[in-house]
């Protein structure tokens, strides 16, 4: 009888000590997978900036309770973005300004929503060289925007999403020239 107490306790131990590895685990993966994704929208950010008027240019992280992640400071704007994170490379489609749904293919009935676009949605901002902008990290299947009950549309980066813009990580890193498409807007 002892014997099978023990083996319970030993076994029931051995369960507890595997969780919590498996818990710990996954926190850290979620945490760096976040810290990489800023990581990279720094890189993607400073390769935007024109070398010969570098000192026109200003990137800064915002790591306080804002509505958006970044200030990035052009000669044209100044840009207010927010980074999505898609790791599933879902297809996103903006229902209106503050319910984007995040669906794995056009017949997905879920109701997934990006969290926080509203924040930044509804921001005023005194500043009339102010833009909003949000990039999609890494990417997104396909962006698309309802016009009406019935049609959709695809999100380019020089779309007009409700006063914003959208663009995907991935697109802004391989084709930096399309942020000067939105940037002479």
Known sequence: MDDIVLTIIIVFAI?????????????VFRKWRI????????????????????????????????????IFKTPLHNYYIQVV??????????????????????????MNFVSNVDKLMRLDIDDPKAKKLY?????????????????MIFVRPETDVYG???????????????FDKIDKI
């Open 85 to 110: 994170p898609n790791f599933g490379t879902y297809e996103i489609c903006i229902n209106n300004s503050i319910k984007w749904q995040i669906r794995k293919s056009f017949n997905d009935n879920s």
């Open 164 to 178: 914003t813009n959208v663009i995907p990580y991935a697109g802004l890193k391989e084709k930096p020239e399309i």
């Open 15 to 27: 369960l507890v000590f595997l969780i919590s590895v498996i818990i710990i685990s996954y926190n």
């Open 135 to 151: 990039i999609i990290y890494p990417n997104a299947t396909s962006l698309l925007k309802y016009i009406n009950e019935c049609e």
């Open 35 to 70: 810290s990489k994704m800023f990581f990279d929208c720094d890189k993607v950010l400073q390769s935007l900036i024109d070398p010969k008027n570098s000192n026109e240019y200003k990137i800064q992280r915002i790591t306080s309770k804002e509505p958006y992640d970044y």
